[in-house]
C-alpha cells in the first residue's frame, strides 16, 4: 500500500533508513520523530525521518 509521498508508514521508514521499528518508535518515544495518526495507522515526516540520518564528522581515534 502506497501511501502520500510526504508520509512513510514505520515498516517504510525502517526499509529507507536501515534502523528497525524498535529504534523509529524509541525516536517517537524521545520526541525526535513526530507521529501522525490516520485512523489506526501511524505515519511519519519523511524529512522528519531523513534528518535523522544527516552526516556527522568522527574524529579519528589518537593512538599514543
Do not use: C
Not at 45 to 59: A, F, G, T
Amino acid at each position: 500500500m502506497q501511501t502520500n509521498p510526504k508520509f512513510l508508514t514505520l515498516p517504510e521508514a525502517a526499509q529507507e533508513t536501515g534502523f528497525s521499528h524498535w529504534t523509529l518508535r524509541k525516536f517517537l518515544h524521545d520526541g525526535k520523530l513526530t507521529r501522525y495518526r490516520l485512523g489506526s495507522r501511524v505515519l511519519l515526516d519523511r524529512s522528519e525521518v531523513m534528518s535523522l540520518l544527516r552526516p556527522q564528522k568522527i574524529e579519528p581515534e589518537v593512538t599514543r
